[in-house]
Structure formats: structure tokens, C-alpha cells
């Protein structure tokens, strides 16, 4: 994508009147489902900018921002104008996040592997079942997914439980 590509993605969202009557910040701008969208393609990219965002908010206001607002702002849970696009992006969003963690693995990176593999229900939250989530998972099968040799390995100092809290896997827990 040409998020993926850019070595700079700026945001502009100074503080302004919009035509509606209502302000237009950067709260207003991150709401947005499309430009959710767009932070998640930066976070996920493994472009020549990395993942750092630059945030205009006025003449004298420029911040380097992280993209990682994404944990908490799914693309799912956005505001979009025409509804329809939530379900058009959502095949787009899971083929990201999957394209990032076969990167993951490709580059020996596990401990990144398993920390967006255990993440990737709640990236994937306000979807409603528009594709095929991993469902629960036996403690077995979820170490198997997660590359794990077994519950007690220390991966980085995370165990597998918390993988599997992060990932709301309670049948892996139990």
C-alpha cells in the first residue's frame, strides 16, 4: 500500500470548525474508520518510515506520534459515513495483520509474532463475524499457534497465559 511506502505519514488535524458545525480535531480524526485504517496500515508496515506518525495540530504544533493508538481504536468499531464500508474492510484488516505476522515469523521475530497473534481478536472487534476468527483453543492447540514449547516457557518474560488473556482465549486458560 502507499502507507507502507511512505517514509513520512502526517496527519493534519488542527482544531476547526467543520461546515456541520461540530469541531474537527485529531480526536475526530482517530473516530474515523478510514483513517483508522489507515494508522493500522502504518503500524503494521514494515516500510522505510516504521510505524511513527508526524501530527500537525497547528502552525506551532507538529508531535511525533506513535501509530499505536491501533490497540485500542479498532478499524471495526469506526465511524464510517457509508456503513458498507465496514464490511469492505474487513477482509482488507485481517489479510494486514496476517500479512504482518507471516513478516513476523520470515524475520525470526516470535516474541512480535505472538504479541499481535494473542492481539488479533480485539484488532479484529466491531467486524461481527464478517470472516473466520480462530475460535477457543485448547491449551495444547493455543502453545501449537503461539509457537510455544509449552505453558510454563518463558517467551520474553511473558508466559502463555497472558498471550492467552490477551487474546480472551479463556478455554486455552482453563
Known sequence: TYVAMCHYFVVLAPLVRHEAGHDA???????RGWCRYERLAR???????????LLVCGED????ASSGDYLWDGVGLGDFGVAADRERLAPRVEGMIRRRLQ??????QISDYRRLSALMPSL?????????????DSMASFLDRMKCSGPLQKLHGTQPALLAACAGDDAALA
Open 124 to 136: 479484529l472487534r466491531g467486524f461481527n463475524g464478517m470472516f473466520q476468527q480462530v475460535g477457543p
Open 43 to 53: 503500524a503494521m508496515s514494515c516500510g522505510p518510515g516504521g510505524a511513527s506518525m
Open 103 to 108: 513478516q513476523f515469523l520470515a524475520d525470526g
Open 61 to 64: 504544533a507538529i508531535f511525533e
Open 25 to 31: 480535531d485529531y480526536a475526530s480524526w482517530k473516530a
